[in-house]
Each structure stands twice: as structure tokens, then as C-alpha cells.
């Protein structure tokens, strides 16, 4: 069953998006920002511009204002902040990133999430500092939040949170850098640029793909039953090489992939983070989904894979195998008659339809949408197309922009999203 939740007291958003949407046992909410959708940065959690030095800065009053919201949601989706798996934040300023992790202690002090937090190209506000976003198992389900932190991975300290987060089929591991947590990049991922035989995103790509496959096969699993990952790196021409660590792991294509170019990670040095979700195959089973009909993703990924109920598609732009398609691009000779993203978003909306139907999905099964702008004055054209798509019960949405080139350059959005059929 799909059901969406949003508060009675809140304003419609600029565009039609669910704040929370149900999906089975688990919760899957849109990016929150501190805001009412009409002044900006709510009263409560705005910093005085008479007084812009008194109080607690302007990412710790977000954050609290974010999470105290994100409980209530919860709440009545059936929820509640100890039951996050899986959360994911964008700041802006890296500088902020203290004051966010401390304020967020208060919120998430029983057995937190796994996490990644990352450094955004901008937020949908001007003075946004900070947005929050997670799936959570409902409460009196028959899915049950398991922290597991067993595994004896290289690494001298965990970050605050497990190494990974159990409920029903699936098992959620945090964004991962390849840290030691005490000096920064693990020796075994350095890279001595003295000489010129090693690049940093080869051996701190290796070194996360070893962590991550000493939890899952401490856990009974292994990288073969990853489904989903999100790659962020902080340089997109890093990709190539980036490419053949991945096939050397995932020879026969691998998970749902998306790509996410970021403005900064939370470790001097890193270039690489990656967050996975596997599925327990004694519990449910997975099929990869390819149809003709779209483009094939990169990284020789599906374009979507199914787990049990959940419909995990890769990340998608305008753009096939020769850059960003015609049809979506605009005419030189003609540039103002046409919108540049709206024929994106249109093109790719186009292609979530076809892998949804080769899986046996329709369009209102779809649950949860990131965008990813390399231009937020795009973001309200991007979203043209919901409106006709999802007359009542639309998905969840997270909104963030992203340094440009994504991994296409010409495209201005990529979008990921995952379905839910019972």
C-alpha cells in the first residue's frame, strides 16, 4: 500500500511533491529544508539580521527546526526519528558541518542512521544551510531496525553510527569514504603524488569496495546483493578510471547506479563516497530490469533493479550513448523559444515510464524522486511535467543543486527515483 502524509499547516510547495510518501513498511521522505514555502527561513529557525551574532548559528537552528518537523512526519506516517535507516544531508558550507552533527546528536542519540553528508552546489533557499531527508521502518511493523557494527573493517573509529542498518530484506550501509576516521585517508588509500603510477580515485575507490564487502559478508551477504548505490565524487572526470575499479567489482553489471558530482566530502582528501543498500536474498529476490526503449545507463548498470516490492532505477539525463540527445537539446539558431530543462525533465520522465513498464510498474507506483540541478533557476521548470503525471498522491521529492558538468556535459538534471508496488 501507497500512502502519502503532509502536514495540515503547511502551505502547498511550489510544486506538487508528497512530504512523506509509505510504501510497504518503509517511509520515504522528501529533502526538508527550515522553511514554510512562503518567507524563506521560518521565523523560528532564521538568525536576526539585527542580532546575527546572538544565539545559536543559523545551521544549528535549522537543524533542530528540520528534525523536530521530520519527527512529527514520522509520527504520522506511522514513524518516528529512532526508526530512520537511512538518512542523507546537504549542506553548503562545509565550515558548517560541526554545528549540524552536534545539533543532530540531540535528534538521533538512539542507534542512528546511516548517513552521508555531503556539500551541495546551493539548496532550493538562498539562506538554506542545511537539508535533511531519510527512509524509515514504521514502527509496529513486521520490519525491525537491526544496527550491526560487528564487522572488523580497517578503520580506527565509526563515525557515531553503526556500519549498518538491518529491516526486513534489506540492509542499508552508510555513505562511505575511505577514512580511517582519526587521520584522515586510510594508508592503504593514500596515494604519493611524487610519482605518477597511482591516482587518488582508484585506490580510495578500492579501499571502500573492500570495506563494504568485509560488512556484507560479515552480515551473510555479499557485493553481489547490492541493488542500489550512490556514487558522489567530487570530480566527474574522475569517472573513467573510477569505471574500471567498478567492473573489476561488479563484472556482470551490478547494481542501480546514480552518479552524484558534489561540491565537497566530509574528509580533506576524499574524492569518492558511496552509499549502497543490499538485499537479503534468502528473504526476497531481485531481477535486473533493461529495456530498449531507454538508453542504457553508464557503468554497464541496469536500468533499474527490483527488490522483492521496491523498484530501484538508475540515475537518468537526457543524454544516450553519443551525449545529450537531440530532442532534449535546443537549437542554436532558436535558443529563446524553447525551455532547456523542461525538454530534459520531459525526455527522461519519458524513459522512468518505459523501465517502469518493462518492470510491471506504473507511473503511481513511483514513491520518491531526487533531482539534481546543475542550475536551480531550473528547478520549477524541471517539475513541469508532475503536474499532469501525478494528479493526486505524488512522490516524495529532494531538490539539490550540483556543481556542473554531471556525467553527461549539456545536461542540466539528473533524476533517480524509486517505485513501490504491493
Known sequence: MKKVFNFPESPDPPFPYSQAVKAGPLVFTSGHLATDYRSGIIAEAAVDPQNPYIGPPAVTRQTCYIFGALGRLLRQAGSSLDNLVRVEQFITERDDAPGFVNARREFLANEPPTSSLLVAGGLELPDARILVEGIAVESEGPWKKEGFSDADVPV???????????????????????????????????????????????????????????????????????????????????????????????????PAVTIVPVAGLAVAGSVVEISVIALDGSKERSRRIDTDKAPPPPFRAPHAVQAGPYLFLSGLTASDAHGLVREAAVDAKTPYYKSPVRLQAAYIFRNVAAICEAAGFAISDLVKCHTLLTDLNDMVGSFDIWRDAFPKHPPASTVVGVPAPLIVPGCRALQTWIAYSA
Open 156 to 254: 580506527n573509529a565509526r563515525g557515531g553510527y553503526s556500519l549498518a542498518q538491518r529491516t526486513g530484506p534489506f540492509v542499508f550501509l552508510p555513505g562511505n569514504t575511505a577514512s580511517d576516521f582519526k587521520t584522515g585517508i586510510h594508508p592503504e588509500a593514500r596515494v604519493d603524488h611524487t610519482f605518477w603510477f597511482e591516482r587518488d580515485i582508484v585506490k580510495q575507490t578500492e579501499f571502500i569496495l573492500k570495506t563494504r564487502r568485509i560488512v556484507l559478508e560479515a552480515m551473510g551477504l555479499s557485493l553481489t546483493d547490492v541493488v542500489q548505490a550512490t556514487i558522489y565524487v567530487t570530480n566527474i572526470a574522475d569517472l573513467p578510471d573510477l569505471n574500471v575499479v567498478w567492473h573489476r567489482h561488479f563484472p556482470n553489471g551490478g
